[in-house]
């Protein structure tokens, strides 16, 4: 179905000291397995014998693919949507609070169908979006009449010309890693803030689940983070982490759908509980979390 992409030493650090942890099933589109490796030094995981970025494109077509379809159907992504309309909210809260702004220059990259950059410039915020997918673009254009631009239009934007930069579990699509975080270090102005929301694989919704873990979702996610491997590669690319931050619904969205790969079907009542656990111990350790928001400049 592609061309891929195999790694003789961790893609974040440069070790040899990799090794395969266990296959994982692309659940949503193709039912192939991939390797998930893991590098000993760093603690970084990635999907083994990657597509490559030209040939990647039909993992997604699928309608589960909520970010892109905006999709109601269904049991799971009716709760995402009410779920949504919450969280635009808080992470436009977020925003104003971390930067100690109430409006600025925003830059949303993967923006999906710019949900986020729609709640944040109807706040008053002069927000720039980008997104690969061109069906995710037209419904920005169609629902919020916003303009986003392509990917390698990131690489044109001025310097220091942004308050503040979003990946909302975007940089787990990556190919280029490095080019990307090297860019946008350039791309913040002085005591700008880049906010990065990922999975955590350290999780306990992720250690539950295990192989059926949703948020690994290959081979779309290509990256797999842990908290200790987030902040080697921020500091390799000159990035200040200055706190994190949790997303506590992801938990019981990432439980419902593992649940239902794993089972056939969602077990709500396990797929809740494991969720809630999940939670509970990230009260006491944000860096336990489903998923995580690295806030830096």
């Not at 040939?55 to 589960?64: A, F, L, N, R, V």
């Not at 979702?217 to 080697?232: C, G, I, K, N, Y």
Request: net charge positive; glycine share 6%.
């Amino acid at each position: 179905m592609s061309h891929t992409i195999h790694f003789n030493e961790c893609p974040a650090c440069g070790s040899t000291a990799i090794s395969t942890v266990m296959p994982v099933k692309d659940h949503s589109v193709s039912g192939e397995n991939f390797n998930l490796t893991e590098c000993a030094s760093c603690t970084f995981r990635f999907t083994q014998d990657m597509p490559d970025a030209a040939t990647i494109g039909p993992y997604y077509k699928s309608e589960d693919y909520i970010s892109h379809t905006n999709t109601s159907k269904g049991l799971i992504n009716s709760l995402y949507q009410k779920v949504r309309r919450r969280t635009l909210k808080q992470k436009r809260k977020l925003v104003c609070r971390h930067t100690g702004l109430q409006t600025g220059r925003l830059l949303d990259i993967g923006a999906g169908i710019g949900a986020f950059a729609n709640e944040m410039q109807s706040n008053g915020w002069d927000t720039t979006c980008l997104e690969p997918d061109p069906d995710a673009r037209k419904l920005a254009v169609s629902l919020f009449k916003l303009n986003p631009g392509t990917p390698d239009q990131l690489f044109s934007l001025a310097p220091a010309s942004f308050d503040a930069i979003t990946m909302w579990h975007v940089l787990e699509h990556v190919h280029d890693l490095h080019t990307y975080l090297d860019q946008l270090k350039k791309l913040l102005k002085p005591g700008g803030k880049i906010f990065i929301a990922v999975p955590n694989y350290t999780s306990l919704d992720a250690r539950s689940y295990k192989d059926f873990w949703a948020a690994y979702d290959v081979p779309r996610h290509l990256w797999h983070f842990s908290p200790a491997s987030m902040q080697t590669l921020m500091q390799k690319h000159q990035i200040t982490l200055k706190t994190v931050k949790p997303m506590w619904y992801d938990s019981f969205y990432v439980s419902m759908l593992s649940s239902k790969y794993k089972n056939g079907k969602t077990n709500l009542f396990g797929a809740v509980w494991t969720g809630w656990w999940s939670n509970v111990g990230a009260l006491f350790n944000t860096r336990k979390c489903s998923s995580v928001i690295y806030i830096g400049e």
